[in-house]
């Protein structure tokens, strides 16, 4: 039987609202590692930690879990763990046997103990451990020394009603909220670096997120579409199950192409693509959008075409990387494991539809006159017909 005990931090601190994030934190542990590995496991919530029990688990289904659970929003961290009894001296024996064949010179024990029953507290059992291990150590032929600050190796106990705990090791989660706590958004996904940084975003505040793709196929080479839909993979790695949707543009910029000045389509295809996300995200009851733009990273994200974009959807629009510049969301996109995809070439829609000096200070009233000449809601109908949904794991 292996187990683990597995920590968070911001969601304890939600008061009475900390059993319904817990559960769902549970909830979402659970259903991945049913997805991704076969082991049979039970997992309970006890004072303030998750506990996972495995059994008969290989060697690399523990690394498989390490990853896992590595990337679920709301683990601070957390640890494979031996079990001992309530009991100082099988403790003792427990951590002896983890580390008694690390190589160190400086060690420290440190224990959390919450239980407040147990017969020690904290700091004599750190005491009375520390010393069988040194007097261990010393039967060894060597000499230890114990350091609090900085130590070669630290033991941790943690000691709870039922049972204590032994490890030595922390591994890092990637904290944030469990995903589907704080609600459901609709991310505008390209082909490109940012979109999928600000889906990870969203993500990592507990927004279940699910995305929509346009495309301006058969027009344009079906690359592109490959590409979103791989990004889209990666990003399910977050939460239990994900959403694309495959929305066919390319008539409609056609149209618009031929009937609109050039220096504004873009924009106008911006409108669109908010206007016709926002119907979706009204009908699926998404109650956020999400976009990549940051303010004046490219010469169409000025706050002046930022405002026009805007006003075209009813939603709120959720910017998260709308103060960061180029450097820091390529960053994030290394960790993530987008940016390798996010950089491979391809087409964003038809360039041939789209205009090679974009307005970069456009006003509402001549966009919305433009519109205004626009036959476009047939055209959109028949477009949403065509929708594709493709779901990952
Ligand atoms: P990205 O790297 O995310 O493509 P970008 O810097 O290239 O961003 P734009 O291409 O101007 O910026 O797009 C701004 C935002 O509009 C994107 O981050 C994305 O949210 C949305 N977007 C752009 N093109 C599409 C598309 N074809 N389908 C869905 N959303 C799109
Ligand atoms: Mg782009």
Known sequence: ??????????IALKGKNRHWFEKILVENIKKKLKEKISVDF????????????????????KEKINQILQNIFGITNFSWVE????DIENISYQ????IKRKRFNTFRITTQRSNKKFFLTSEKINQQVGAFIFQKIIEKGKKPQVRLKNPDLECFIEINDKNSFVYLQKIKGIKGLPVGSSGKALALLSGGIDSPVASYYALKRGVHTDYIHFHALPYTKPDSIQKVIQLAKILSKFQNQNK??????????????????????????RRLMHRITSQIAREKKYLALYT???????????????????????????????GMDKEEIIKIAQKIGTYEISILPHEDLCSRFVPKHPATKAHLKTIQ???????????????????????FN
């Open 42 to 61: 039970t997992i309970e919530r006890i004072s303030g930690r998750i506990f996972l029990s495995i059994t008969s688990l290989k060697n690399e289904e």
């Open 292 to 322: 990549g733009e940051s303010v004046g990273q490219v010469a169409s994200q000025t706050l002046e075409n930022l405002a026009v974009t805007n006003q075209a959807s009813d939603l709120i629009m959720l910017r998260p990387l709308i």
């Open 95 to 98: 951590c002896w046997k983890l």
């Open 83 to 86: 079990k001992a009894s309530l």
């Open 244 to 269: 694309l949707f495959l929305f066919p543009l390319g008539k409609i910029q056609k149209y618009i192409a031929e009937n609109s000045p050039e220096k504004f389509r873009l924009l106008l295809y």
């Open 1 to 10: 039987m292996s187990f683990l005990i597995i920590r968070y931090s911001e």
């Open 369 to 391: 006159n433009i519109e205004n000449k626009l036959n476009l809601q047939d055209l959109i109908q028949e477009s949403l017909d065509k929708v594709e949904i493709k779901t």
